[in-house]
């Protein structure tokens, strides 16, 4: 049987008495400059088959070293999602054959994974907070890539073979898709927030699979699981559980049993379709890499990591929403990479209100990095140099559009904003100038007053940009409008 695309919606409220449980494996790619056993670059988006070595390749006899940037990265993330960090683990090798497989086998972490516990914070439908029990984080390497041309060639790129990965398993939970959608959020905000993770899902190095069942409530035991492999955005994950438990709610209510099996979710004809079943899944026949030597992380190697993890995320959250009265929504867009708060902090630290700091650093900083696509390490101007632009601003030495224009001119040019700051003449705020343009203004564009006069706000947009023309963008232009207001109400 194929899928099908009912709706949870159709099922007119019966689903209610059915309740959806589910449980994520997130893999991560951690964000180290080798692979996870070998010098090799862990390469992003380079023509294929550039970065490989006998060991990443596969070749007999070539030996691996566990990458111990890796390991460390792996300590960081299990201590940030409370698990308890096992001071030995072993590498296993799962065996299956795969194309884009070369060894013939994944080395990762099956019978004694270095991170037990733990769990994940997130935030319930009803306001109320979450938490998601791990059962396990384990580390593990990619493989390679298949790639499908549409003259139905496929070809192989093995760059990806061998990038660390972290596999993050969680226990069955009671929850919505978007609940479950946001258990994978705040999962990927956090290892990006410590420096693990780029967490970028569209590159695929953050991923999910997605376990489904239902039950009714009250019942003891839950029911058989689906498994939905590979999903990489968030609409997907609660997409997919959404119409998964629907689909499954038809089934069992018409008398069918489920069956466990892998399903694969199609985005979109927002239907899960059968990939294989139980009885089809391969044996991997894990068994201990030979190769590799136990890992051993001493409870000193975990203080180091603890010691330089940075303010967690939940922390700096409550200090800028809780003390600091940013506006919830904004101090998302802050907090979605520590750079950013970083360099938030950095303009509060140069003297600014957290209010002006919030409007300046996502109006100009942000905007900026988002219009061009870049990355704020290369974003040029420095916190307290846009601080003295702000001061500008904000002490009415010049106005807010002088301000960013200021800015965008320093951006333009690469010199420094003081530079074009102390060029610019300061903002004309004397009542008898400003008259004197206003009125010329208004002389020279009778019909624009009248217009105003006869209750038609539309040309005052107009004038006001007369006069701070006639002023040279030296006018100030709040007290322009009110002068404006008067002399066509007075003339
Ligand atoms: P496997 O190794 O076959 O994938 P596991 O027992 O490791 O099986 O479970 C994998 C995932 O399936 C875990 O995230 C777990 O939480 C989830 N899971 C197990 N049972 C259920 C269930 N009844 N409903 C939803 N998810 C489940
Ligand atoms: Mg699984
Ligand atoms: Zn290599």
């Known amino acids: 049987m194929s899928g099908n695309s009912l709706s949870e919606k159709s099922l007119s409220g019966k689903t209610n008495s059915w309740k959806t449980v589910v449980g994520l494996e997130i893999h991560a790619q951690m964000s180290t400059r080798s692979k996870m056993f070998c010098a090799c670059v862990r390469s992003t988006g380079t023509a294929p088959n550039q970065h490989l070595c006998p060991v990443c390749a596969g070749w007999p006899g070539a030996l691996p070293v566990i990458n111990q940037a890796a390991v460390r990265r792996a300590i960081r993330a299990a201590i940030s999602l409370d698990c308890g960090v096992q001071r030995e683990s072993r590498f296993d090798r ?15 972490q099956f019978y004694r994974p270095y991170a037990l516990g733990g769990a994940i914070q997130f935030e319930r439908d009803d306001g109320s907070s979450g938490v998601l029990p791990l059962v396990r984080i384990h580390m593990e390497e990619d493989a390679g890539k298949s790639v499908h041309a549409e003259d139905g060639t496929s070809r192989i790129d093995l760059n990806r073979c061998s990038s660390p990965l972290l596999e993050i398993v969680t226990e069955p939970l009671q929850m919505s898709g978007v609940e479950a959608a946001r258990c994978v959020r705040s999962t990927r905000e956090l290892l990006r ?48 559980v959404e119409v998964e438990s629907a689909r499954q709610a038809v089934v069992l209510e018409a008398g069918g049993v489920i069956r466990q099996e892998t399903r694969l979710w199609d985005q979109d004809l927002e239907q899960t379709e059968e990939m294989r079943g139980k009885e089809d899944s391969p044996d991997y026949r894990y068994f201990p890499d030979p190769d590799l030597p136990l890992l051993i992380i001493e409870s000193s190697d975990i203080d180091r990591e603890r010691d330089s993890l940075p303010e967690s995320l939940g922390d700096r959250r409550t200090r800028y929403i809780d003390q600091l009265k940013v506006d919830a929504r904004d101090a998302e867009s802050i907090l979605a990479r520590r750079e950013f708060g970083d360099f938030f902090d950095q303009l509060l630290a140069a003297g600014l209100s957290p209010a002006s700091a919030s409007n300046w650093f996502r109006g100009e900083v942000l905007k900026h990095l988002n219009d061009r696509e870049e990355s704020i390490e290369d974003y040029p101007l420095t916190a307290a140099s846009i601080a003295e632009v702000v001061e500008a ?46 009125q010329q203004v208004v002389d020279a564009n009778p019909d624009a007053a009248e217009k105003i006069r006869a209750g038609d706000s539309k040309p005052l947009g107009f004038l006001m940009g007369q006069v701070m023309k006639a002023s040279s963008g030296q006018a100030h232009p709040r007290r322009v409008q009110e002068i404006l207001q008067r002399l066509i109400q007075h003339d």
């Open 94 to 108: 799962k065996n299956y054959f795969y194309p884009d497989l070369p060894k013939g086998y994944q080395i990762s």
């Open 193 to 240: 927030w410590i420096g693990v993770c780029d967490g970028d899902m569209e590159k695929g190095n953050l991923r999910a699979d997605v376990n489904v069942s239902i039950h009714r409530e009250g019942d003891t035991v839950l029911g058989t699981r689906t498994e939905l492999k590979n999903l990489n955005s968030f609409v997907s994950i609660e997409r997919s």
């Open 393 to 438: 601003v904000e002490g009415d030495r010049i106005s807010v559009a002088k301000g960013r224009e200021i800015l965008q001119a320093a951006l333009d040019q690469g010199c420094s904003p003081a530079k074009i700051l102390a060029q610019t003449g300061e903002q004309v705020s004397d009542e008898a100038a400003l008259i004197g343009w206003v």
